[in-house]
């Protein structure tokens, strides 16, 4: 069935690095993409997002990139901060539907 | 402003026993939708909500699930003769409209725990 994925479980990174993490879709009919980021405990709390109509779109130290041609998309987050650590999601929502599907998740840790 | 509200927070019932989760969203979304999350494991839909329309109902696991929203407001998830694999976190989420232009507001979920 239609899935979203992501390519790295974990991701490590440095204080002030610049993070990118990763995610394939398999939904050619996805209109709207969505990146959460998940602190313990919380909800998923929004990110960014992007139409389907864009190729990038950029936020405070952060930018999503989309690629239609492979069905990527990217969460790319500046001078990574240690309040940055936390599980970030994927999600795509269908043009004619209102659930979202969400990928797998990638731990981000930031090492001070 | 106020968020998205659940309650309870944590729920650790015995396996076979009913439980109902209560979630209250953002006032005037007109949209409710509940999620389960799996130990590290990503948001799996369960139902929708959007106005007096019917229910979209398509990610309920089996008929021990069931969601009523009372007055287009509050919410209750109920699953019945609970079994161990439905032990999660249940996550509501409201938004103004529905489909690509709502951006879903998520609540800290409910833990349950069934034994």
């Known amino acids: 069935g239609e899935s979203v994925g992501l390519h790295l479980p974990t991701l490590s990174v440095q204080e002030g690095d610049n993070s990118i993490i990763n995610c394939a879709y398999s939904?050619?009919?996805?209109?709207?993409f969505i990146w959460y980021k998940q602190e313990s405990g919380k909800g998923p709390q929004f990110i960014i997002d992007?139409?389907?109509?864009?190729d990038k779109r950029q936020g405070q130290r952060v930018t999503v990139l989309l690629n239609k041609t492979v069905k990527h998309l990217s969460l790319q987050i500046a001078a990574t901060q240690p309040g940055d650590s936390a599980v970030y999601f994927c999600?795509?929502?269908?043009?004619?539907?209102?659930?979202?599907?969400f990928g797998e998740g990638t731990q981000l840790t930031v090492n001070p | 402003g106020a968020g998205v509200s659940q309650s309870p927070s944590n729920k650790v019932t015995e396996k076979g026993k009913d439980v109902e989760l209560r979630c209250d969203p953002i006032?005037?979304?007109?949209?409710l939708y509940w999620y389960r999350q799996s130990l590290g494991q990503g948001l799996e839909f369960l139902i929708y909500?959007?106005?007096?329309?019917?229910?979209?109902k398509s990610g309920l696991p089996s008929d021990r699930f069931s969601a009523e929203r009372t007055g287009g407001s509050v919410s209750t998830l109920t699953i019945q003769r609970t079994q161990q694999e439905d032990s999660a976190v249940y996550l509501c989420?409201?938004?103004?409209?529905?489909?690509?232009?709502?951006?879903?507001?998520f609540g800290p979920g409910t833990r349950l725990t069934v034994t």
């Open positions: 939904n050619s009919a996805s209109d709207y």
């Open positions: 999600a795509e929502q269908e043009t004619s539907g209102s659930r979202l599907t």
């Open positions: 992007i139409r389907s109509n864009m």
């Open positions: 909500f959007q106005g007096n329309s019917a229910p979209d």
């Open positions: 989420a409201s938004s103004l409209v529905r489909g690509p232009l709502g951006e879903q507001y």
């Open positions: 006032s005037g979304h007109t949209a």
